[in-house]
């Protein structure tokens, strides 16, 4: 086995200490200013990379980060890794039990604020493929993976948000965290089935097998795995370590179904998301469990992913404005007005509709993660990626104060 | 509360003790008894049930037995909505969550469809239980706050000893993993906040409502109600266990099931379900 030399391991150490290091002091910064770890990481990454000390310092950036080969690609598979853990974690979130209890108004807010960036996505980027930088070899795919970029939301961003707000536990609170759940599980599975049909990611299945094979690994894992893990769970928690084997074994199962998603031409973060759910609605695993598996993900492996991001990409040389005002628009409205109407189905007064329309359309971690793969896939190209970052950082700076906004245009009404 | 109860009996070796359990009931709530069976009648089996209620209702006016054939669980619901029944009492097995007399499947059934109250009896006994502890429902749901008036007036009714509200924190690993963003006292700030809501929450439905002498205890806990309530029911080895069911069951229960479904596949211990 090939290993890395004394240079190499020193050059890779201090690569993730600094990455840790960097992440840690924005994060703090955006906590100070009220705003997700993620952009502060975000930023971090950005000033680490090509754009900031790339630029003011090339020779101490050529030296980390371009020196040697081989610790990139040991850096690359923390970085691979640390993608399936978020999608691992973000399974986890699903709440399958707040869907159920939110019933039908979740389903209709939570399709309805997807239905429409996709189309309104797909049009734009199927109209103007060249402009926009979406691959237009593989327009049809491209063009639907634009529509659903921007209309994905993220859970731990909305919870928050929620959280700072006070409206968790409220009725709109609930029903935002199940339509955002939906728009989560639905959003990778669609995700997912146009991935492994892209040119880069052909299977070879076609489409009706590839969307069956997908549906049915979900379906599959939901029910029948979950039996199991049911079965297995109760055990581990019983003659093992605790919460050493739970957490170890958890992880072991997560990247079981990720090889096994990958293998079978499904991305391998599928399978780390829906093993997620499934392991997240089993009563075994407690929630102690789960804030251990939060702590230890979002603090180590989201920094490594987030600043990573910064670290591929020159944020000045590919940054189009025009691309990047009508992506952070578009995604926002179209996404805004769709759960909003999704509200305004559900039976909802004007202005709760607009807290909703605003809730899910908090983006974050899960949209950036998306962005990244349909780079690596070269469905979209560096400035439609940028454009989707920023319309994620952007969303989730603003959601929260918009919500609050609105939330007390609803106390105005009331005490009308 | 309950003016009219009705027992579903088969002609098993508990039957003697449901009937026993279900004289103690109508006794301290001054109602009235009918029995439902499902199957031919026969006159064995006629005897065999004279007999035993003469042993035990021997006092009352005699018991109006009704005798149907047909599906049980179907038979049993038609029949209690036709007699303006308020509680159905059941006999069930506590470890497969079966009923002793039924199958499983219209165990379940009853219950899920049943639109009166329902009590299931897993231990039922001739000298009858006395239902000292009992634990409530307490989860943040619509019909929570009716669940505990309704609760309390029961607990009062059977002179219970001990109350506990067991509360659950809404995707607790979520929202603290969350926390951690913020610094260690932030953390334990929103840990505290998050036990007091819950807390708080249940003092202003007691608030409303007359406990008299009962002694409550409210309980808090991360993780899934169901889940929690049977291992809170076990731990303390409650006597019974309420919960409120407002939900209108559909096909994906069946396909994905969670709460009170997981609570009736293993039933911690005697369970009072209360319907909207």
């Given amino acids: 086995m090939e290993t890395l030399s004394h240079h190499e391991v020193i050059n890779l150490l201090l690569q993730l200490a600094l990455m840790l290091i960097m992440a840690r002091l924005f994060a703090e910064l955006a906590r100070k200013l009220k705003q997700p770890a993620v952009v502060g990481e975000i930023i971090a990454g950005i000033i680490m990379g090509p754009t900031v000390l790339g630029m003011a310092f090339p020779e101490l950036f050529e030296s980390l980060f371009e020196t040697n080969n081989q610790t990139n690609i040991a850096l690359d598979g923390f ?15 699903v709440d399958l039990q707040v869907v159920w209890s939110q019933g039908k108004n979740a389903l209709k807010i939570g399709l309805t604020s997807m239905i429409i960036p996709i189309l309104s996505g797909f049009v734009l980027a199927y109209a103007f493929p060249e402009f926009l930088g979406v691959n237009i070899n593989d327009r049809i795919i491209a063009s639907t993976f634009f529509g659903l970029s921007i209309s994905i939301t993220a859970l731990a961003v909305i919870a928050r948000i929620l959280m700072d707000l006070d409206l968790f536990k409220t009725k709109t609170g609930l029903l935002i965290i199940a339509g955002t759940i939906i728009v989560d599980v639905v959003g990778w599975i669609i995700f997912s089935v146009i991935l492994s049909l892209s040119d880069s990611g052909k299977t070879g299945l076609g489409v009706w097998p590839t969307i069956g094979l997908t549906l049915f690994f979900t379906v599959f894992m939901l029910t029948i795995g979950k039996g199991l893990i049911n079965k297995v769970l109760p055990w581990t928690n019983k003659n093992l370590a605790w919460p050493g084997g739970l957490i170890s074994l958890s992880l072991a199962i997560c990247f079981i179904a990720a090889s096994f998603t990958e293998y079978i031409g499904i991305h391998a973060i599928f399978g780390a998301f829906i093993i997620g759910v499934a392991l997240g609605d089993s009563e075994h695993l407690t929630e102690k469990a789960k804030e251990i598996l939060h702590h230890f993900i979002n603090n180590i492996f989201a920094p490594i992913f987030f600043v990573s991001i910064g670290l591929k990409v020159n944020f000045i040389e590919g940054f189009d404005p025009m691309v990047v005002g009508i992506v952070v628009i578009v995604g926002f409205f179209t996404k805004y007005f769709g759960a909003y109407l999704g509200g305004r189905f559900a039976g909802f007064k004007r202005n709760t509709a607009m807290v909703i329309g605003f809730g899910l359309s908090a983006r974050g971690s899960m949209d950036i993660i998306l962005a990244l793969i349909a780079l690596e896939y070269g469905l979209v190209s560096e400035s439609l990626f940028i454009g989707l970052v920023i319309l994620a950082l952007l969303s989730s700076i603003v959601s929260g104060p918009l919500m609050s906004w609105a939330e007390k245009l609803k106390l105005s009404n009331k005490s009308e | 509360m309950y003016k009219k109860l009705a027992l579903a009996i088969a002609f098993s070796p508990r039957m003697e003790a449901l009937i026993a359990e279900a004289r103690k009931l109508i006794q301290i709530f001054e109602g009235e008894l009918i029995l439902i069976h499902v199957g031919t009648k026969t006159p064995e089996l006629e005897a065999q049930l004279s007999e035993v209620l003469s042993r035990h209702c021997g006092d009352l006016r005699p018991i109006k037995t009704i005798w149907k054939e047909g599906k049980p669980a179907k038979t049993i619901l038609k029949t209690c909505k036709e007699e303006g029944v308020d509680l159905l009492v059941l006999g069930a097995l506590k470890k497969e969550g079966l009923l002793t007399y039924y199958l499983g499947s219209i165990a379940r059934k009853i219950i899920r469809k049943s639109t009166c109250d329902v009590l299931t009896l897993i231990d039922p006994r001739i000298q009858t239980t006395d239902f000292e ?16 008036r309704r609760s309390l007036l029961f607990c009062q009714a059977v002179h219970t000893q001990q109350v506990s509200i067991l509360n659950e924190i809404k995707m607790y690993g979520l929202l603290m993993g969350n926390a951690s963003e913020g610094t260690e006292d932030e953390a334990s700030f929103t840990r505290r906040r998050l036990v007091q809501e819950e807390i708080t ?9 007359n406990p008299g002498d009962l002694k409550i205890n409210i309980k808090v806990t991360g993780g899934k109600w169901a889940s929690e309530l049977a291992k809170y029911c076990e731990k303390i080895s409650a006597d019974l266990l309420i919960v409120g069911d407002d939900l209108n069951l559909t096909i994906f229960d069946r396909l994905f099931p969670h709460d009170l479904e997981e609570l009736l596949s293993s039933l911690p211990c005697n369970l009072l379900l209360f319907k909207k």
């Fill in chain 1, 79 to 93: 970085v691979q890794i640390s993608i399936v853990l978020l999608l691992f974690i973000a399974g986890i979130e």
């Fill in chain 2, 133 to 148: 502890k009992v634990v409530i429902n307490g989860t943040q749901l619509d019909f929570t706050p009716e669940v505990i």
């Fill in chain 2, 201 to 209: 929450y249940v003092e202003e439905i007691l608030s409303e409502l």
